[in-house]
């Protein structure tokens, strides 16, 4: 699988918000806020990769683990999260790293703020006070960039995440064009788009998918495209765009 540029990123439109980039090493965060906080971001990012990197580095299992791993005693809050996260969905805590450090950033960006997304490699932490329209790329299907999911503001902050078989650099074992999960847990909502993506190889496992995910206790939404075949099910309002 071939990595791709986030070119998606050129579509963002936000007139009543700022937008702004935040990188650090392979931290690459796309940022919209009432006012500029590139400054408060970097400073969370660099304190979270702090965190998640001392855990790594003394337990080296947390990372290379596709499936769920027992925690040591006293880990951080971001690190119980994304394992807890994996747990519910039956993979790997890394799974829900980067669902996980965009409500990390997002909340902490919210004391000094009142509505801020934060979108990590396709995982989107909101919180709004305005309906929010969330596009789907979703690589070469007929569907990519024809639809989108609208977000009511009363639904957050809201973690909506997305997976690929056909598109990014993730690790995934499925052949979907992307799964998209809603979730008040933005770990969650990336761990179970993983998850979801890995039993779907053709447009005749949709159905099947979305049975599945349903099970997993906190996902309000999924959507899946596949080819020329499209599902939903639960909180997804589709619009044209």
């Not at 394992?83 to 799974?95: E, F, N, Q």
């Not at 639809?147 to 690790?171: K, M, R, Y």
């Not at 639960?234 to 619009?239: E, P, Y």
């Amino acid at each position: 699988m071939t990595y791709q540029p986030r070119t998606y990123r050129r579509y963002v439109r936000s007139k009543d918000l700022v937008s702004f980039r935040v990188t650090l090493i392979e931290t690459d965060l796309f940022i919209s806020a009432d006012k500029d906080l590139k400054k408060e971001a970097l400073s969370c990012i660099e304190k979270l990769r702090v965190v998640l990197h001392a855990y790594i580095k003394n337990h080296p299992g947390f990372e290379k683990s596709l499936k769920p791993v027992i925690l040591k005693p006293k880990a951080s809050l971001i690190i119980k999260d994304m394992a807890r996260s994996g747990k519910a969905c039956g993979v790997g805590p890394m799974a829900a790293v980067a669902g996980a450090v965009a409500e990390g950033v997002g909340r902490q960006l919210l004391k000094h703020c009142s509505q801020v997304i934060v979108e990590n490699g396709g995982d989107i932490f909101i919180s709004s006070k305005k309906p929010r329209i969330v596009g789907i790329y979703a690589g070469s299907s007929k569907f990519s960039k024809k639809i989108a999911i609208e977000i009511s503001a009363e639904d957050t902050p809201c973690g909506i995440c997305t997976s690929s078989g056909t598109v990014g650099h993730s690790l995934s074992f499925g052949k979907a064009d992307c799964v998209v999960v809603l979730s008040k847990s933005t770990s969650l909502a990336d761990a179970a788009a993983t998850s979801i993506c890995n039993k779907v190889k053709t447009g005749k496992d949709v159905d099947k998918a979305i049975r599945y995910g349903r099970g997993i206790k906190g996902i309000n939404g999924i959507l899946i495209a596949v080819d020329d075949t499209l599902g939903a099910w639960g909180n997804i309002k589709l619009v044209d765009i």
